[in-house]
């Protein structure tokens, strides 16, 4: 029996982004393109004692745009992150024109941490708490009659969930897979990071001499596959050719320091690919010392040096769950555009292998790219991104 990968590819049918620099993709890419940043410094917020920055949504703009679809009384009793997931995974299934209510469909929740505000309220253990909960609400809102699949995998979730996405489409499961990945930043979640001391005091600086650290964000972003017969693909079709996932068990929080599972994802997904074919790699780039690091350091490792590399941190914070899918969805609108964006905050190599960054936008007539990510617990994920039917 022939393998279906032999004859079909996942291509994308339709994307959103729910940011606080726009309510969907196009509003947020000229926001990037023009170099906005969401970032803001905020003091005393949630009763926090120290002050950090992030970047934040205005949930009274995305209930109204809630309201506006569905009317108000239809999304009570959800929470923030399940009204925040609605909306964007609304706005995809608009543009992909699908049924959600198919059994042929299939939805997959990428998030770190869900509804964990309600435990600030009201701290005992409650089933609205687990991802599960929310995931099975937002496919039910939709009338999706299938269980709903959870990848929470630390920072790698995103990409963890677009991998598994395609895995149930080349296996049959489903025809169509709906992709979301959400955060909501809460008190819990801030602590958390300043218990670290991985915080940066101002806005981050991905990669560069003087970063001093994280800021957080919240997002979500959804993006749908589907399969098609290579016949099918034409040149303007964005393909998810080939994901991998490494766990090199490193260390609970901080990255192996020779890069190893990072550097082995991309050594399974650029096998066969010339370097030259790649437009960028949208690293993770969290500006920590550490994480920057490892990621130049399995980037050379992985032949990529002279590559064009991103990192979009600047522009969003940290986005956690949601930051896999927004940051692919949104570097495929900007090569569809024919850049490739500038790391925002970006002045001084400061990493001891240097990599190809600028905090300009870079014009690029290339069709392909490859997204990473690497997250507490020696997670590492890398996903390959090609335009056009004849070349994955």
Not at 82 to 111: M, N
Not at 228 to 253: F, Y
Not at 315 to 344: N, P, Q, W
Request: overall charge neutral; glycine content about 10%; some cysteine.
């Amino acid at each position: 029996m022939e393998s279906a990968l032999e004859h079909e590819l996942i291509v994308r049918e339709g994307d959103n982004i729910v940011s606080p620099l726009g309510l969907d993709t196009a509003a947020t890419l000229r926001a990037v393109v023009a170099g906005e940043s969401a970032l803001r410094r905020y003091e005393g917020l949630w009763d926090l004692p120290e002050p950090f920055v992030a970047s934040l949504l205005d949930f009274g703009a995305i209930d109204r745009a809630l309201s506006a679809r569905y009317g108000a009384e239809r999304l009570a009793g959800y929470s923030e992150f399940e009204r925040l997931s609605i909306l964007s995974a609304a706005c995809a299934l608009d543009e992909a024109g699908i049924d959600p209510s198919s059994e042929r469909v299939l939805f997959f929740l990428s998030t770190t941490k869900g509804n964990v505000a309600l435990l600030e309220t009201d701290n005992r253990y409650r089933e609205e708490v687990l991802p599960d909960w929310s995931a099975r609400r937002i496919a039910s809102f939709f009338r999706n009659p299938n269980p709903a699949v959870v990848v929470s995998n630390a920072c790698t979730s995103g990409l963890c969930a677009q991998i598994a996405a395609m895995r149930a489409l080349w296996s049959g499961r489903c025809d169509r897979a709906v992709v979301i990945g959400a955060d909501r930043q809460s008190r819990f979640i801030v602590s958390g990071f300043q218990s670290f001391k991985a915080l940066s005091p101002e806005a981050c600086r991905p990669f560069d001499r003087n970063r001093t650290g994280l800021n957080l964000g919240e997002a979500a972003a959804t993006v749908i596959y589907a399969r098609r017969r290579r016949e099918e693909v034409t040149p303007q079709m964005w393909i998810a050719c080939r994901g991998a996932i490494r766990n090199d068990a490193n260390h609970i929080s901080g990255p192996s320091r020779t890069g190893e599972g990072c550097y082995r994802a991309l050594q399974a997904v650029l096998q066969g690919v010339d370097p030259g074919e790649l437009a960028v790699v949208n690293v993770h780039g969290t500006a920590t010392l550490y994480n920057d690091e490892m990621e130049s350091i399995a980037l050379d490792r992985a032949g990529l040096t002279g590559v064009p590399v991103n990192a979009l941190k600047g522009y969003f914070g940290h986005t956690m769950g949601a930051a896999g899918v927004l940051e692919s969805v949104l570097t495929m609108h900007a090569l569809d555009e024919g850049l490739v964006l500038g790391t925002r905050g970006y002045a001084e190599c400061g990493v001891s292998h240097p990599q190809s960054l600028t905090s300009r936008h870079v014009p690029t007539t290339r069709r392909a790219f490859v997204k990473m990510l690497s997250g507490f617990g020696g997670c590492n994920a890398a996903l390959l991104f090609k335009r056009g039917g004849e070349i994955c």
